[in-house]
């Protein structure tokens, strides 16, 4: 099971780094607009290249690590949202939650993994604009049924490209 715990906590440490690092001079509104933008963007990075439908030719598949840094990528800016909004509480599950999350049937059709996508993101930014707790945690639940059961993303490798952020923030 992941440690969403340790998770949170590096995802708002980093968070604290790159800031610093940066002096980045953002009010607490405009540095969770930012970190909503960044959930965005990199939702549609770890979803981009599932399909052949496509404009781009010979477009490849994402190797697993690609996959798994991709989805660390998500995972980071979904807990500094988190974080910001003081939802802290929504991104922990229990064992058994996580059980049945990892057990559920995974998507296999373009058609349904488009459709999971489009709920996360549109889950995620009503949760940001009308502040319901419920649709974050749905969309954060979504989110790691999409990687770790229809990605089938390793959660090892996970937990390491997760770990290799901190490394692209000291470089």
């Known amino acids: 099971m992941l440690d969403f715990t340790k998770l949170l906590q590096a995802a708002i440490s980093l968070d604290n780094q790159l800031f610093e690092k940066r002096d980045l ?5 405009a540095h969770l607009q930012h970190a909503v933008l960044n959930a965005d963007q990199a939702l549609t990075t770890l979803y981009g290249g599932q399909s052949k439908y496509s404009l781009r030719a010979g477009q490849v598949k994402k190797s697993t690590e690609q996959q798994a840094e991709d989805f660390a990528h998500v995972l980071f800016w979904f807990l500094v949202v988190s974080a910001r909004l003081k939802w ?23 058609v ?3 459709r999971e996508a489009l709920a996360i993101k549109n ?7 009308t502040h319901r707790q419920a649709d974050f945690r749905h969309a954060w639940h979504l989110l790691l049924k999409m990687g770790l059961v229809d990605y089938q ?8 490209a997760y770990d290799g952020l901190f490394a692209a923030v000291e470089d």
Not at 88 to 110: D, F, G, I, N
Not at 123 to 129: A, E, H, I, K, W
Not at 153 to 160: A, E, G, R
């Open 25 to 29: 001079l953002l009010g607490p509104t």
């Open 88 to 110: 802290t509480h929504l991104v922990v599950m229990t064992p058994e939650e996580y059980q049945k999350l990892v057990t559920a049937t995974p998507c296999t059709k373009l």
């Open 112 to 114: 349904d993994l488009d």
């Open 123 to 129: 889950l995620f930014l009503q949760s940001y604009y």
């Open 153 to 160: 993303v390793n959660p090892t490798k996970l937990m390491q």
